[in-house]
């Protein structure tokens, strides 16, 4: 697997089947909405089950769910880096490249999921994530 890999053109994950399009965060493990960075966001979403301020308890149990799926196929999150647009979030077996965007209070905003780049065939991943990426046209079946 390439780093640069994530350059080619990917299609958003669907948003009918992955929530995760659109979520909010909370910035409880830190002094300021002005200190959170976007790393950190990934951070406290992979490192704690606390619901997101403003999620309701349907979204929250979303994120959770889809949260636990990509860790279930992809491995223990293994932390995440800045690469060109993109902040990529590492896994065992594996990495997501995504895009966030902040509300201009960096209180909330929006998670846009690319195609994952990963050896591990998409069979292995729950039956939502298989039906959202079926159209990645790197994945091994």
């Known amino acids: ?10 299609y958003a994950w669907s948003l009918a089947a992955m929530t995760l399009m659109t979520v909010f965060f909370q910035p409880q493990a830190f002094a300021s909405t002005e200190d959170l960075t976007e790393q950190a966001m ?18 929250h149990a979303e994120l959770l769910t889809i949260r636990d799926g990509a860790v279930a196929w992809l491995g223990n999150y293994q ?41 591990v065939p ?12 079926a159209e990645c046209p790197d994945l091994v079946p």
């Open 122 to 133: 998409l069979s292995q991943a729950p039956e939502d994530f298989q039906m959202a990426l």
């Open 1 to 10: 697997m390439q780093h640069n890999e994530i350059i080619r053109p990917v």
């Open 42 to 59: 990934i951070e406290q979403l992979f490192l704690t089950d606390t619901p997101l301020p403003g999620a309701t308890p349907e979204k």
């Open 79 to 119: 932390g995440v880096r800045t690469e060109g647009d993109y902040l990529v979030i590492e896994f065992e077996h594996g990495e997501v490249p995504v895009t966030i965007v902040l509300e201009e209070n960096g209180e909330s905003g929006a998670i846009g999921a690319q195609c994952p780049i990963t050896d």
